[in-house]
């Protein structure tokens, strides 16, 4: 009987260490914050909830940043980390915060626009928690989140997603995908208040264009391109073809299926006057064939068994030994949201933006991305904001 004792409570102890030596740096990263200097064009910061009620006081709400130019013009937003695991798109939202001034319209940036997501991750993946950009001052540390929301925040899941409002059958995990629950409601479930909040900004600040800024596997056809309904569709092929002639890379045209219900570059176009472009820039790391899941792969994308598949013609890029570095995909996210502003702006005058002090693609991809992000500890009194 005594022995049996000893038994259970030396096991519970061991259930213990092993719980705790799991939970604390999950519950670490949860909890990391990463800085965000204000750039010069920053004239506001707000959050989501402002638009959206029903995310105040929850992990779902996010910061928004506001860089209005001198002159009036046209309105665009940017998203980033709609999908939290794809980080090229939060690096160049932080890119633009820290750096762009526009002279003419106003910018908005919404850089961890799935907050929750951002603070989640995928063990069975064996998804790193973090990652680091070298920068002139030392290495900028963040985090790495996942696809979903985090089920924390979000919670229990139906058996089926049914959207809100076509009634379409989505998939169960759909529900906590940012990149389903457009155009969302005030008082739907978590996620769907989160794309409320974004649609209500765009609707109230009359927004001319929305950019979504993500990544996609090399294996998945709708990668490396801009995806337009039909009214962006005019304004994604002119940048297209411009970005190949002047700038030298690869970005082709997705239309958007406007029988698939729920994505950004449906919904936003569909219930608001606001263009829609959701960008996809190859993300190797995602692949499915691959080999660890490294930060080093995640930076460099460079892995031998895409290679050869690329020899095969299984890939939607062009594919080599030098991988797809990061500098690369940020590269391309700016120079893209560039093209699409100034061909917008050349259309409509008068609803016009002139943005200053954005790297484009050649920029990053000589210099790193880690030139443009400035020391949090040089920035001015209330010139960081820890997100
Ligand atoms: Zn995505």
Same mark, same amino acid.
């Given at each position: 009987m005594k022995q049996e004792r000893l038994t259970k409570i030396l096991l519970s102890a061991v259930a213990a260490a092993l719980l705790a030596a799991g939970g604390i740096p999950l519950y670490r990263h949860r909890h990391f914050q990463v800085p965000i200097v204000l750039g010069p064009g920053v004239t506001r910061i707000e959050r989501l909830s402002a638009y959206s009620p029903g995310i105040a006081g929850t992990s779902a709400d996010t910061w928004v940043f506001v860089l209005e130019g001198k002159e009036p013009g046209g309105r665009a937003v940017v998203i980033a980390d709609t999908h939290a695991n794809e980080p090229a798109g939060y690096l160049a939202a932080m890119i633009l915060i820290e750096n762009a001034v526009p002279e003419k319209g106003t910018l908005t940036v919404i850089p961890v626009f799935n907050n929750s997501a951002s603070r989640n991750t995928r063990p069975g993946?064996?998804?790193p928690l973090?990652?680091?950009?070298?920068?002139?001052?030392?290495?900028?540390?963040l985090r790495m989140g996942n696809r979903d929301a985090s089920p924390l925040d979000q919670w229990p899941d139906p058996d089926v997603y049914i959207h809100y409002p076509e009634k379409q059958m989505l998939s169960w995990i759909d529900i906590r995908n940012t990149n !389903?629950?457009?155009?969302?409601?005030?008082?739907?479930?978590?996620m769907e208040r989160v794309t409320f909040g974004a649609?209500?900004?765009m609707r109230r600040e009359k927004t001319d264009v929305a950019v979504d800024l993500h990544g996609a596997e090399t294996m998945f056809p709708v990668t490396n391109c801009i995806v337009a309904p039909e009214k962006s569709s005019k304004i994604a092929t002119l940048a297209s073809l411009t970005v190949k002639a002047v700038e030298g890379f690869d970005n082709h045209v997705e239309p958007s299926p406007a029988g698939f219900r729920g994505l950004s570059h449906r919904e936003i176009g569909d219930y608001s006057?606001?263009?829609?472009?959701?960008l996809e820039a190859p993300i190797p790391f995602l692949d499915q064939p691959t080999g660890p899941k490294t930060t080093k792969l995640l930076l460099d994308g460079k892995d031998p068994f895409l290679l050869s598949l690329a020899a095969?013609?299984?890939?939607?890029?062009?594919?080599?030994?030098?991988?797809?570095?990061?500098?690369? !995909?940020?590269?391309q996210h700016l120079s893209v949201t560039l093209e699409i502003l100034r061909q917008f702006s050349k259309k409509n005058p008068g609803r016009d933006m002139v943005i200053r002090g954005v790297p484009r693609y050649a920029d990053v991809v000589k210099n790193g991305i880690g030139r443009y992000l400035h020391d949090p500890r040089k920035?001015?009194?209330g010139r960081v904001i820890e997100n």
């Amino acid at each position: 009987m005594k022995q049996e004792r000893l038994t259970k409570i030396l096991l519970s102890a061991v259930a213990a260490a092993l719980l705790a030596a799991g939970g604390i740096p999950l519950y670490r990263h949860r909890h990391f914050q990463v800085p965000i200097v204000l750039g010069p064009g920053v004239t506001r910061i707000e959050r989501l909830s402002a638009y959206s009620p029903g995310i105040a006081g929850t992990s779902a709400d996010t910061w928004v940043f506001v860089l209005e130019g001198k002159e009036p013009g046209g309105r665009a937003v940017v998203i980033a980390d709609t999908h939290a695991n794809e980080p090229a798109g939060y690096l160049a939202a932080m890119i633009l915060i820290e750096n762009a001034v526009p002279e003419k319209g106003t910018l908005t940036v919404i850089p961890v626009f799935n907050n929750s997501a951002s603070r989640n991750t995928r063990p069975g993946d064996g998804y790193p928690l973090y990652y680091e950009i070298p920068t002139e001052w030392g290495p900028k540390k963040l985090r790495m989140g996942n696809r979903d929301a985090s089920p924390l925040d979000q919670w229990p899941d139906p058996d089926v997603y049914i959207h809100y409002p076509e009634k379409q059958m989505l998939s169960w995990i759909d529900i906590r995908n940012t990149n !389903r629950t457009w155009p969302g409601r005030v008082d739907g479930p978590l996620m769907e208040r989160v794309t409320f909040g974004a649609m209500e900004l765009m609707r109230r600040e009359k927004t001319d264009v929305a950019v979504d800024l993500h990544g996609a596997e090399t294996m998945f056809p709708v990668t490396n391109c801009i995806v337009a309904p039909e009214k962006s569709s005019k304004i994604a092929t002119l940048a297209s073809l411009t970005v190949k002639a002047v700038e030298g890379f690869d970005n082709h045209v997705e239309p958007s299926p406007a029988g698939f219900r729920g994505l950004s570059h449906r919904e936003i176009g569909d219930y608001s006057t606001t263009a829609p472009f959701l960008l996809e820039a190859p993300i190797p790391f995602l692949d499915q064939p691959t080999g660890p899941k490294t930060t080093k792969l995640l930076l460099d994308g460079k892995d031998p068994f895409l290679l050869s598949l690329a020899a095969k013609k299984k890939l939607f890029v062009s594919y080599d030994e030098s991988g797809w570095p990061m500098d690369k !995909r940020v590269g391309q996210h700016l120079s893209v949201t560039l093209e699409i502003l100034r061909q917008f702006s050349k259309k409509n005058p008068g609803r016009d933006m002139v943005i200053r002090g954005v790297p484009r693609y050649a920029d990053v991809v000589k210099n790193g991305i880690g030139r443009y992000l400035h020391d949090p500890r040089k920035a001015g009194s209330g010139r960081v904001i820890e997100n």
